[in-house]
C-alpha cells in the first residue's frame, strides 16, 4: 500500500469515527443519562419514564443532556480510534494470513480485529467515561453544593489534583475487556450484514451501510 492510500484511508476511517461518535451521542444521551442514575440508585431510580420525567422536571432538559460534552468526547474519541485502528489492524491483519485485501478475511480474522481496536479505544474511553459519570451523578451525591466542578474540563482536573492522575484510569480493566468484547461483535456482524446485503464489495450504499452497523 502507497503511503498516500494508507493517509487517505486513516483519514476517512477517523472521519467515519467522529461523524458516527457525535450522532450517536446526541441521540442517546437522555437514555444514557437515565441508566446511569438507575444504576447509581437503584432505590431512587427503578424505571425508565418516570427517571427521564424527574429528571427533566428537577434539572431541565439540560439535565438529560448532563455530561454530553464528555460523553461526544468520549464516543468521538473512542469511534475515531476504533475505526482508525480497525483499518490498521486489518492491514497487519492482511499480512500475517496473506491475503490481499480486507474482503478476503474470514469473519472470525474481521471480528478479531474488531476486537484488538476495541482494546485501543478504551484508552480513550475509560478517563472521559469517568467524569462524564461524575458529572451525571454530582446533583444526587450532593458534590455540587460541597464545590465539585460542574464543567468537564474542571471535573477533571479535580479528579487528578484529589485523587491522582491514575484515577482518571479507574474502571479501565473492565472498560478493556467490554470494548475488547463488544468490538468483536459490533464489527463481526457489521462485516457479516454487508455479505448478505451488498452485491459486491465496490457497491456504495448509504442505508445498507446503516443497517449493516446497526446489526453489528
Given amino acids: 500500500m502507497s503511503d498516500s492510500r494508507w493517509i487517505l484511508e486513516s483519514v476517512r476511517d477517523t472521519i ?75 492491514v497487519a491483519m492482511q499480512k500475517v494470513t496473506g491475503k490481499s485485501s480486507h474482503e478476503e478475511l474470514s469473519l472470525v480474522s474481521q471480528a478479531v480485529c474488531g476486537a484488538l481496536s476495541g482494546c485501543c479505544a478504551s484508552f480513550v474511553l475509560t478517563p472521559t467515561e469517568l467524569v462524564k459519570c461524575r458529572l451525571q451523578t454530582q446533583h444526587l451525591t450532593g458534590s455540587v453544593k460541597s464545590g465539585v466542578p460542574t464543567t468537564p474540563f474542571a471535573m477533571m482536573l479535580h479528579i487528578v489534583r484529589n485523587e491522582g492522575p491514575l484515577a482518571l484510569m479507574k474502571g479501565w480493566t473492565p472498560t478493556l475487556l467490554r470494548e475488547a468484547w463488544g468490538y468483536f461483535y459490533f464489527f463481526g456482524g457489521y462485516e457479516a450484514a454487508k455479505l448478505l446485503l451488498f452485491n459486491s464489495p465496490d457497491e456504495v450504499s448509504l442505508w445498507k451501510t446503516a443497517v449493516s452497523g446497526g446489526i453489528g
Avoid: H
Fill in 16 to 90: 467515519a469515527g467522529v461523524m458516527g461518535g457525535i450522532a450517536a451521542v446526541y441521540t442517546t444521551q437522555p437514555l444514557d443519562t437515565t441508566k446511569v442514575k438507575m444504576q447509581t440508585f437503584p432505590d431512587q431510580y427503578k424505571q425508565i419514564w418516570p427517571t427521564l420525567r424527574s429528571t427533566a422536571k428537577a434539572e431541565g432538559i439540560c439535565g438529560l443532556y448532563a455530561g454530553s460534552i464528555p460523553a461526544v468526547l468520549a464516543n468521538v474519541g473512542e469511534s475515531a480510534v476504533a475505526f482508525l485502528a480497525y483499518g490498521r489492524i486489518s
